[in-house]
């Protein structure tokens, strides 16, 4: 029976319905509703290979994925089965760079207490006699990576959470969701009404098309998902998982026979709509032509399963998203309907961790910890096109195993949005790469060579071309594309007061002044990294990163209720360029009349001008501002006028310059990248931005109360910048930071610094009491890059023009 009024429906009884629902009676919320359709685990959970690895791309990702091997062991110890072994897996290593990034990711999971050594070949086949090595350099091995039976789990997750007062009804379908003024009011089913404020959707690859109906992006899209089970195979009882990347297969000792699985290049995306409605215990046909080439890989790797029959062909349905990570957390467009699906074949695995952080997300209304990489809101409307979806979906699927290359770009599913330059700057070499959709020139190849990426894990092929920009930058001038800013236009006659809520500095500011700031949440983590021009007295340009624009906006119409203020979104309005460098003024000033000067145009103001002497010129928008530590103005031009105005600027040669340059530009003048160096869990005063922060304006801002505090009761990590001493290793992200001989925190993003001539990266250095500046800078530190340890040398300053020379030329 269903109830007629809940606190919180979850729909689907796959694992991670399951999971969400036990962990909301862990934190004491019982009057829930768990609905299934059909039976617990029909969905896609039933058929799942129950593989649970520890190790994750991030930090965070780790942690929850550790804690579900975790939970599902101490269940099946504590007699409630969950059929969790831990049996360890091996993960092969083919080719060199293979090896450079198992052993990346091994010192990141190390640092977050995940058990992996590095195995020779023979140690290989120590643990698998029949495994062929001659062709292995080496393995990461994880003894406590386990596998569990996933329709155990899930039965058992169930019970518990039915056992503490949740409601778990089976048989019953959701037609509807239903939402009053932008929030949950309820579910239509097969069996009547349940009226509730909260909706969870576990509906796996379904979930999609339930949101639709109440206009919510969730973009996953099915894909088929294959294996194929032997007859018995004389294996050692202790034989771990085998991982083999480099072919995108995994082998699974499976109960005496083995279990052969695939993430192959180019998947097989499937209309969800074909399952019919949501068949129970869904089989698809088997295409024995597209697995054929694992299946030999397979064998190859294991030869005595040449003479070793077949007893099961699998084909089931599994979710994809675009960028192969789950979606987590509550929508945009609809308050209260909160998301947990697209596991990308690794929802086994994932269901404990999400479980317990949806369980606080939905009961605290905010993440427990940074879950961007994962949150809802990084989608946009765009990703939820079937179009879009198929295309991407057949290259997302293999890409679990495929190098995780540094810089690696999608293939597919792309050009969907592009500068007004697109074409001129592609003939001007431009190698693209693509964030939130749009194509933004990365680097620059030289006359002759080829706009194309060579990935490595080393130097790769555009280090000389993206050196070159930066020197023009540092040296003379050149011209960034930065069209893909995400710009919102705040108006009205509370625009200012709704503003200074919002940021951390004031608003109060002349016209023309640009302000760079924060906003923050309750806790004081920072929700978005954004400079605010005053352009008039009650409107205002907010300016922020490509990715967040979603989530920026629905942070801007969260709050703006109760304020007199209009918010629109005119990112689509403007191209931007970016003259930075040196010779910035000398440029601009040969196409304006306007006084360039320090007096006449100060550092970090904005003024309307005109560019170019022929028919009038065009009126834009330029800020003098940088984000490369140069000076420089980002000129804001209305889009259809993007190509006349580069004419203009371009008439005498300029340099062009990447997003990649930009990086390394950013980096060496200590400019934190906002998803990166700062996220909802870190505070200005932890993050090194305390300067941002105006203490005393009248009415404060959100988040004040909490920074207060903290200043008072001191912080125990810190933002700092980190400068190898060699000038060969590279630093990306997530390599551990070692203080005195301890593991301190890890890197949140790194760049080469061409200036510098070495790499550097930002990272946090914890401490378990709170710590001074003098404690973070008087120590030893090292960078820990593929399992070597390099000396470091620490800055809570910009290493390079640490006093602004250049930007106040
Ligand atoms: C071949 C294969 C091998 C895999 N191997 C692994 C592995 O080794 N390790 C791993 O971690 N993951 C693995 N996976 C992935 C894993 O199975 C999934 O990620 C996981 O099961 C997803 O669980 P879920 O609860 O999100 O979805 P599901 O199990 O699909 O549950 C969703 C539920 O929602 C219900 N539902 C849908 N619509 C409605 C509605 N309108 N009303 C009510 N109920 C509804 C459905 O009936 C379904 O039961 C594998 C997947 C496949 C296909």
Known sequence: MIPDKTQVVIIGGGIVGASVAYHLTEIGVTDICLVERHQLTSGTTWHAAGLVAELRASANLTRLARYSGELYETLEASGDHTGYRRVGSLSLALVPDRIRELKRQAAMARQNGVLCNWLEPDAVSERWPHIRINDVLGALYMPRDGQTNPVDTTLTLAR???????????????????????????????????????????????????????????????????YAVTEPVDLPADAPIVRVMDHGIYLKPDAGRLLIGCFEAHAKP??????????????????????????????????????????????????????????????????????????????????????????????????????????????????????????????????????????????????????????????????????????RANWYAAPGSDPQYAYSYGRQNWFEHSACEHRAVREAVALFDQTSFAKYRVTGPQARTFLDYLCTASLDVPLGKVVYCQWLNERGGIEADVTVTRIADDDYWVISAPASQRRDLAWLAEHASGFDVNVSDITEDYAVLGLMGPEARSTLSRLTDADLSTTGFPFATSQMLVLGRSQGGCELRATRITYVGAL?????????????????????????????????????????????????????????????????????????????????????????????????????HDE??????????????????????????????????????????????????????????????????????????
Request: glycine content about 10%; aromatic content about 10%.
């Open 160 to 226: 518990l959470a039915k056992q503490a007062g949740a409601g778990i009804v089976e048989g019953v379908r959701v037609l509807e969701i239903r939402r009053e003024s932008g929030q949950i009011s309820g579910v239509i089913t097969d069996q009547g009404t349940i009226k509730t404020s909260k909706v969870v959707l576990c509906a796996g690859l379904w979930s999609r098309a339930l949101a639709a109906g109440v206009d919510a992006i969730v973009p996953l899209y099915a894909a088929e998902h294959f």
């Open 270 to 439: 499937l209309d969800p709509e074909s399952l019919a409605d949501g068949l129970a215990f869904a089989e698809l046909p088997f295409d024995l032509d597209h697995f054929a080439p694992y299946m030999q890989a397979g064998i190859n790797r294991i030869p005595v399963l040449e003479n070793i029959g077949i007893r099961t062909w699998f084909n089931g349905p599994e979710s994809f998203t675009p960028d192969g990570r789950y979606i987590l957390g509550e929508t945009p467009e609809v308050k209260g309907l909160f998301t947990a699906c697209g596991f990308n074949s690794i929802g086994i695995q994932s269901a404990g961790g999400v479980g317990r952080v949806m369980a606080d997300w939905i009961v605290a209304g905010r993440p427990p910890m940074d879950l961007w990489e994962v949150d809802v809101r990084r989608f946009f409307a765009f990703q939820n096109e079937a179009n879009y979806l198929v295309e991407r979906t057949a290259e997302s699927l293999g890409l679990l195993y495929d190098m995780h290359w540094p810089y690696r770009q999608y293939e597919s599913a792309r050009r969907v949005r592009t500068s007004p330059l697109y074409e001129v700057l592609k003939n001007k070499g431009a190698c693209y790469g693509e964030l939130a959709g749009w194509e």
């Open 736 to 809: 551990p930071i070692w203080r005195n001989d301890e593991p301190v925190g890890y890197i949140t993003s790194g760049a080469f610094g061409h200036s510098l001539g070495c790499a550097l990266g930002f990272g946090y250095v914890t401490s378990k009491v709170p710590s001074r500046r003098e404690d973070v800078l008087n120590a030893r530190y090292e960078i820990e890059v593929e399992g070597e340890r390099i000396a470091a040398q620490v800055h809570l300053k910009a290493p390079f023009d640490p006093k602004n020379l250049e930007i106040n030329r």
């Open 632 to 732: 420089g103005w980002e000129l804001y031009v209305p889009r259809d006028d993007a190509l006349d105005v580069y004419n203009t600027l371009t008439a005498t040669p300029i340099a062009s310059a990447g997003y990649h340059a930009m990086d390394s530009l950013r980096i060496e003048k200590a400019y934190r990248h906002w998803g990166h160096d700062i996220t909802d869990e870190d505070t200005p005063l932890e993050a090194g931005l305390s300067f941002t922060v105006d203490w005393n304006k009248p009415g404060g801002f959100i988040g004040k109360p909490a920074l207060v505090e903290q200043k008072a009761r001191g912080f125990n990590k810190r933002l700092a910048l980190f400068t190898l001493a060699s000038s060969e290793p590279l630093l990306f």
